[in-house]
Nanobody, 124 residues
């Protein structure tokens, strides 16, 4: 079994930075892509960022390109999301997910393990 645990969410002001972490417990996730998605109550889950199994390739949603970066430390079974220049519209619950393959994907249905989510709130 795999359990993903996110941390690092919180309340920040517009323009601030915040770093999220997601640690995989149980069976290692080192051979799988990892992704971050976010969701606002009443809206569909939105793709944020993804990274392949080796950390050599990544993808970003259009709304976060140039502001967010994703990285992973396979020795620690942890993936990170560094969020810079935060905007109020970045406010959401952020979810970490493990992909079904080693290749990163922007599609939520191609991820089969999900964390519980961590709230990020950006005030104006």
């Amino acid at each position: 079994q795999v359990q993903l645990v996110e941390s690092g969410g919180g309340l920040v002001q517009a323009g601030d930075s915040l770093s999220l972490s997601c640690t995989s417990h149980g069976r290692p996730s080192t051979k799988y892509a990892m992704g971050w998605f976010r969701q606002v109550l009443g809206k569909e889950r939105e793709f944020v960022a993804a990274i392949d199994a080796t950390g050599g390739a990544n993808s970003f949603g259009d709304s976060v390109k140039g502001r967010f970066t994703i990285s992973r430390d396979n020795a620690k079974n942890t993936v990170y999301l560094q969020m810079n220049s935060l905007k109020p519209e970045d406010t959401a619950v952020y979810y970490c997910a493990r992909g079904e393959t080693r290749y990163e994907s922007t599609i939520a249905t191609e991820y089969n393990y999900w964390g519980q989510g961590t709230q990020v709130t950006v005030s104006s």
